[in-house]
């Protein structure tokens, strides 16, 4: 069984910065990518960024290029999202996901798939 847990997060002020990290105690076999997703009331869910975990290709969402970064930990099963420069619109439920046979470009421009594994999420809120 695959989980997906997220931490991080929390409050903080336009401009400042703040670090999500996303770990599962179990990951796919086989080729996976691991993806920021979030949300706010009323809206669709907005891919943020992804990594091909084997590839390391990674894509970001317009909105957040050059201001947030990810990491991973290999050993620990681990995806982090450095989010710098952070503003108003920033703040939503941030999710993270797993996705199998899943190109990156394809998760952030059209959408997740329909199967796959996500965490409970966790809030972001930044004030102006």
């Known amino acids: 069984q695959v989980n997906v847990v997220e931490s991080g997060g929390g409050l903080a002020q336009a401009g400042g910065s703040l670090r999500l990290s996303c770990t599962s105690s179990?990951?796919?076999?086989?080729?996976?990518?691991m993806a920021w997703f979030r949300q706010t009331p009323g809206k669709q869910r907005e891919g943020v960024s992804c990594i091909n975990w084997g590839g390391g290709s990674t894509e970001y969402s317009d909105s957040v290029k050059d201001r947030f970064t990810m990491s991973r930990d290999n050993v620990k099963n681990t995806l982090h999202l450095q989010m710098n420069n952070l503003k108003p619109e920033d703040s939503a439920m941030y999710y993270c996901?797993?996705?199998?046979?899943?190109?990156?470009?394809?998760?952030?421009?059209?959408?997740?798939?329909?199967?796959?594994?996500w965490g409970q999420g966790i809030q972001v809120t930044v004030s102006s």
């Open positions: 179990r990951l796919p076999s086989d080729d996976y990518a």
């Open positions: 996901a797993i996705f199998r046979f899943a190109p990156c470009v394809v998760v952030i421009k059209t959408g997740p798939p329909d199967f796959g594994w």
